[in-house]
C-alpha cells in the first residue's frame, strides 16, 4: 500500500510539473513576442539581448546579459517603472504608463529570466 501511494504522489508531482514547465514555456513564448514586436514592449529597439545582433538600433539601452540572475521582483519593477531606482533612466515606464498590462510584464519577465 504503501508503495501505491508513494506512485501517486510521484505521478501527481510529475504531472504538476510538466503542466508549469508547459505553463511557463509558452509566458515566455509570450514574453518574447512582447519584447520584440514593435507596437507592445518594442524592447530590441534599445537592448540587445542574449548575444544576438539586432539589426537597428539595440545598442542605445544596456545590454541584457546574465537576468536570470536578477529576482523576479526587481526586472518586474524595473520594466514596471525604471525611474523608482534610476531617477534619470531613459527607459519609459511601461506599466506606470498603461502601455504594458499586469499579465505582459511578468511574460517579459520569464522572458528576461532565459536571459543567459
Wanted: proline share 5%.
Amino acid at each position: 500500500m504503501k508503495l501505491i501511494k508513494s506512485l501517486v504522489v510521484a505521478t501527481a508531482i510529475s504531472t504538476l510539473t510538466v503542466t508549469l514547465s508547459s505553463a511557463n514555456d509558452d509566458l515566455v513564448k509570450e514574453g518574447e513576442k512582447i519584447f520584440n514586436t514593435k507596437n507592445l514592449g518594442n524592447c530590441l529597439a534599445c537592448h540587445d539581448v542574449n548575444g544576438k545582433k539586432i539589426d537597428g538600433p539595440g545598442s542605445m539601452g544596456p545590454k541584457l546579459q546574465a537576468l536570470k540572475y536578477w529576482p523576479d521582483e526587481a526586472l518586474y519593477n524595473k520594466i514596471y517603472d525604471p525611474y523608482t531606482d534610476n531617477p534619470i533612466s531613459q527607459m519609459p515606464a511601461f506599466g506606470r504608463n498603461g502601455w504594458l498590462s499586469d499579465s505582459e510584464i511578468k511574460a517579459v519577465v520569464a522572458y528576461l529570466k532565459t536571459v543567459e
